[in-house]
């Protein structure tokens, strides 16, 4: 027999099926460690199964050769050819898992890189996500000081305002379109004599000229905002009041008016004042002439008095004559007591001063008025201050003062009533207060009443000097005179009538001189 042996083909086939078995354990154990090591890594995955794969495969297909040889060569290849088919079975079916492994590798590759970058994306996602969470934390943060921050201003601001709505002298008002109010301070209130419950008022309800109130609309309505506008208004406590009122409208979003909001400020004190003042010069002035008036009529007077009386001696008493001449007196002494008090008035009367007691004058006076003032059912309080300090004055003049106050508080109470008269003093003033509960003096006329020859009492039953006569007296003595009507009650501070006048004295001074 010729040729070549098989006996090196057969062993290295039989090494090398035996080296295969033994490979694929040792790739088997080795892809074991990896996918241990990294459990969530895809091609330590799929080596772990491909290497499983493998070793079956190789045993297959190892223990096939081996068997294979050891059969044939050992002359039982019969059994081999029964064999074979398992064998061919095995490996074929070995082979299309392995192979059916390494055709899913790209599939399951591609999908494990796809998982793996939507993971990365994820990641980095969750990493923005982490980031945009930190920073929105940190602009919460941020957005909660800033919000404590604002509302903290927000706070003082609203205080503030509070503070100057609420204690502001004037009037700081808020209304709706028809004028009802919606909100006013507690100056507001006080000073309209208003109620808590002012929501019910309506402020257009209270110009007294309606002249003005359409002004105020018409210029609100045209302008948007009115200022200085000089109103006269009525509270509900019927106290006339004299406001400067500056306003603005409020507007809704489409621009119409929907209300307004306004401050107004209380001229009431200050108009009086002025208007004091020009009754002060308007006095000075009638005084002037009254003074004038009268030098020149007391001359002529006096001559008809005197050639009077002397006529009288030449006519019988009883005769028509000697009466018209007794008339003719009469009169002619009234006019000489009228030009009296125009002199009084205007000051040009002499004057005997001295330190003299106020307390001790009221009660001479009262010693005298008292009787036929309690005829009357008038009641005479006296509330003196006892250490009453003395003031340089006319003494006669000063009894005139308080004669014609308490005659006027008789004329104002004609059912009866109460005269309270207090003294006070202070370092250097004293006051005297004459109040009685008569009907009080209508607003109208409350800055005429010192005015000459200005009465509300009936022809023949005054001359309208006794106020004036007063003032001026006053005025000499370097004091003032003032009225209040109507009155507050002290107790209930409710509003009473009545009169009151005040007035004040300089106390005596160790030059009098200065007071004249």
Same mark, same amino acid.
């Given at each position: 027999? !010729?040729?070549?042996?098989?006996?090196?083909?057969?062993?290295?086939?039989?090494?090398?099926?035996?080296?295969?078995?033994?490979?694929?354990?040792?790739?088997?154990?080795?892809?074991?460690?990896?996918?241990?090591?990294?459990?969530?890594?895809?091609?330590?995955?799929?080596?772990?199964?491909?290497?499983?794969?493998?070793?079956?495969?190789?045993?297959?297909?190892?223990?096939?050769?081996?068997?294979?040889?050891?059969?044939?060569?050992?002359?039982?290849?019969?059994?081999?050819?029964?064999?074979?088919?398992?064998?061919?079975?095995?490996?074929?079916?070995?082979?299309?898992?392995?192979?059916?492994?390494?055709?899913?590798?790209?599939?399951?590759?591609?999908?494990?890189?796809?998982?793996?970058?939507?993971?990365?994306?994820?990641?980095?996602?969750?990493?923005?996500?982490?980031?945009?969470?930190?920073?929105?934390?940190?602009?919460?943060?941020?957005?909660?000081?800033?919000?404590?921050?604002?509302? @903290?201003?927000?706070?003082?601001?609203?205080?503030?305002? @509070?503070?100057?709505?609420?204690?502001?002298?004037?009037?700081?008002?808020?209304?709706?379109?028809?004028?009802?109010?919606?909100?006013?301070?507690?100056?507001?209130?006080?000073?309209?004599?208003?109620?808590?419950?002012?929501?019910?008022?309506?402020?257009?309800?209270?110009?007294?000229?309606?002249?003005?109130?359409?002004?105020?609309?018409?210029?609100?309505?045209?302008?948007?905002?009115?200022?200085?506008?000089?109103?006269?208004?009525?509270?509900?406590?019927?106290?006339?009041?004299?406001?400067?009122?500056?306003?603005?409208?409020?507007?809704?979003?489409?621009?119409?008016? *929907?209300?307004?909001?306004?401050?107004?400020?209380?001229?009431?004190?200050?108009?009086? *004042?002025?208007?004091?003042?020009?009754?002060?010069?308007?006095?000075?002035?009638?005084?002037?002439?009254?003074?004038?008036?009268?030098?020149?009529?007391?001359?002529?007077?006096?001559?008809?008095?005197?050639?009077?009386?002397?006529?009288?001696?030449?006519?019988?008493?009883?005769?028509?004559?000697?009466?018209?001449? @007794?008339?003719?007196?009469?009169?002619?002494?009234?006019?000489?007591?009228?030009?009296?008090?125009?002199?009084?008035?205007?000051?040009?009367?002499?004057?005997?001063?001295?330190?003299?007691?106020?307390?001790?004058?009221?009660?001479?006076?009262?010693?005298?008025?008292?009787?036929?003032?309690?005829?009357?059912?008038?009641?005479?309080?006296?509330?003196?201050?006892?250490?009453?300090?003395?003031?340089?004055?006319?003494?006669?003049?000063?009894?005139?003062?308080?004669?014609?106050?308490?005659?006027?508080?008789?004329?104002?109470?004609?059912?009866?009533?109460?005269?309270?008269?207090?003294?006070?003093?202070?370092?250097?003033?004293?006051?005297?207060?004459?109040?009685?509960?008569?009907?009080?003096?209508?607003?109208?006329?409350?800055?005429?009443?010192?005015?000459?020859?200005?009465?509300?009492?009936?022809?023949?039953?005054?001359?309208?000097?006794?106020?004036?006569?007063?003032?001026?007296?006053?005025?000499?003595?370097?004091?003032?005179?003032?009225?209040?009507?109507?009155?507050?009650?002290?107790?209930?501070?409710?509003?009473?009538?009545?009169?009151?006048?005040?007035? *004040?004295?300089?106390?005596? !001074?160790?030059?009098?001189?200065?007071?004249?």
């Amino acid at each position: 027999m !010729t040729g070549l042996s098989l006996l090196p083909a057969i062993i290295v086939e039989f090494v090398g099926s035996a080296l295969a078995i033994i490979l694929a354990f040792i790739a088997l154990a080795y892809a074991r460690a990896l996918a241990k090591l990294q459990p969530d890594n895809f091609i330590w995955g799929f080596l772990w199964y491909f290497s499983i794969a493998m070793a079956a495969f190789s045993i297959s297909r190892g223990v096939g050769h081996i068997v294979r040889i050891s059969l044939v060569h050992s002359g039982n290849i019969e059994t081999w050819y029964k064999l074979a088919p398992f064998s061919g079975g095995f490996n074929t079916m070995l082979m299309i898992s392995v192979a059916a492994v390494i055709i899913y590798y790209h599939k399951g590759l591609a999908a494990y890189k796809a998982i793996r970058t939507e993971a990365e994306k994820l990641a980095v996602a969750n990493q923005k996500l982490a980031s945009n969470a930190e920073e929105l934390q940190q602009l919460n943060s941020g957005l909660e000081t800033i919000v404590e921050a604002r509302t @903290r201003d927000l706070s003082q601001s609203e205080k503030k305002f @509070r503070n100057f709505f609420e204690n502001s002298k004037d009037i700081v008002y808020f209304c709706d379109i028809n004028g009802h109010i919606t909100n006013i301070n507690n100056s507001g209130l006080k000073m309209l004599g208003l109620s808590e419950h002012a929501e019910s008022i309506n402020f257009h309800e209270l110009f007294n000229d309606p002249a003005v109130l359409d002004l105020y609309l018409t210029t609100l309505r045209e302008k948007g905002f009115i200022s200085d506008l000089e109103m006269e208004c009525v509270g509900s406590d019927g106290v006339p009041r004299h406001l400067l009122l500056s306003a603005n409208a409020i507007h809704d979003k489409r621009g119409n008016i *929907i209300g307004c909001e306004g401050i107004g400020k209380d001229m009431t004190r200050l108009k009086t *004042i002025t208007e004091q003042l020009i009754n002060h010069e308007k006095m000075a002035s009638v005084g002037e002439m009254a003074a004038g008036v009268a030098h020149e009529i007391n001359t002529p007077l006096g001559i008809i008095l005197g050639y009077t009386q002397l006529m009288l001696d030449d006519f019988e008493s009883g005769t028509d004559t000697h009466e018209n001449m @007794r008339v003719i007196e009469r009169q002619t002494k009234a006019c000489r007591r009228i030009v009296a008090d125009l002199l009084k008035f205007s000051r040009q009367s002499e004057s005997v001063k001295s330190c003299i007691n106020i307390n001790t004058i009221i009660n001479d006076v009262l010693s005298v008025t008292e009787h036929t003032l309690n005829i009357n059912k008038i009641e005479i309080i006296r509330t003196l201050d006892q250490t009453l300090p003395d003031v340089f004055g006319d003494a006669e003049k000063i009894q005139q003062v308080f004669i014609n106050l308490f005659n006027n508080a008789q004329y104002a109470m004609p059912e009866g009533g109460k005269i309270i008269v207090t003294t006070d003093h202070d370092e250097s003033h004293i006051k005297i207060c004459v109040r009685d509960t008569g009907s009080g003096i209508p607003a109208t006329i409350i800055n005429k009443i010192f005015n000459p020859f200005f009465t509300t009492k009936e022809v023949g039953k005054g001359t309208g000097l006794g106020l004036s006569v007063t003032y001026g007296i006053i005025q000499e003595h370097g004091g003032s005179i003032t009225v209040n009507s109507p009155l507050s009650d002290p107790e209930s501070n409710e509003e009473i009538s009545g009169a009151e006048f005040q007035i *004040i004295l300089p106390i005596k !001074t160790l030059n009098p001189s200065t007071l004249l």
